[in-house]
């Protein structure tokens, strides 16, 4: 019904979250590419977008401006991310909006240097101004002026920001931080897996504290150890999954974020 729609009106732009897309593609295959004549835009927000579905959208609408947007609720649309005008940055967020600012900060507030990992603030106009009768949580959240988003990330030497996932979901292998969304972009690059969702879990050998378990939607029965040897290609030592399970699906919010919380709540309650 959507794209009947977007096809019969001729409309002009789009937008929808991840999920959306997902559904709509899977629903309508390739039809999507009917309305490249008229669709001047496309808007993404709320949630991550596999790197295939970004190469899926654009190979069907070449003309088109699609965008990706990174916010908060506190600080909405922080940085925009142009899939043709930033092709070779297809793994970033992009870059900050106009009249926004961005930084890497380490736990004491400091900027941090070009490729150092720490946690994302951001200061502008659109920064909310305080919590609602929560004086002290708002404290803890804007301070110096810049809002302490509660994510990890990066910024590379183009101005560039790349997400690592929330600081609570970072997975601890012997004092080595493990970000679960930078292995789980090469896990969703390898043939046949559909998505994947990383958290962390009691190493079976009592060494690291913790270890990476994987969970995989997969079209097909791929490899395990062909995929563990292929991300040896890509990813540090420590960050290789040490237990991966196949799953029919993940559990997700309604905008397609998918809820780490639940695959713990659901680790603790299996025990060892």
Not at 86 to 98: A, H, V
Not at 133 to 160: A, C, H, V
Request: aromatic share 6%.
């Amino acid at each position: 019904q959507l794209l009947h729609r977007v096809l019969d009106l001729r409309a002009t732009g789009l937008a929808l979250v991840p999920a959306g897309f997902d559904l709509l593609l899977r629903m309508t295959k390739d039809r999507l590419r009917d309305a490249q004549d008229h669709l001047r835009y496309v808007e993404i927000g709320s949630a991550p977008l596999a790197r295939e579905t970004k190469l899926q959208l654009m190979e069907m609408l070449p003309r088109t401006r699609i965008c990706h947007h990174f916010g908060l609720t506190e600080a909405s649309r922080a940085t925009f991310l142009d899939y043709h005008a930033d092709r070779e940055k297809l793994d970033s967020i992009g870059r900050p909006s106009p009249n926004v600012e961005l930084a890497v900060h380490d736990k004491q507030g400091r900027r941090l240097p070009d490729g150092e990992r720490g946690e994302l603030v951001v200061r502008g106009g659109m920064v909310m101004r305080e919590y609602w009768k929560r004086p002290e949580l708002t404290r803890q959240t804007l301070r110096d002026g810049w809002l302490r988003t509660g994510d990890w990330g990066s910024r590379d030497s183009e101005g560039y920001y790349y997400l690592l996932g929330r600081q609570g979901d970072l997975i601890n292998v012997g004092g080595l931080k493990a970000s679960p969304e930078e292995i789980e972009q090469w896990l969703n690059r390898y043939p046949g897996v559909i998505e994947s969702a990383c958290v962390g879990v009691p190493d079976p050998q009592g060494i690291t504290g913790q270890c990476v378990k994987a969970y995989l939607v997969s079209r097909e029965e791929v490899s395990l150890q062909e995929i563990v040897s292929w991300l040896r290609d890509h990813l540090e030592e420590y960050k290789i999954p040490r237990v991966i399970e196949r799953s029919g699906s993940l559990p997700k919010t309604s905008s397609g974020k998918i809820q780490r919380h639940l695959l713990r709540e659901r680790e603790a309650a299996d025990g060892p």
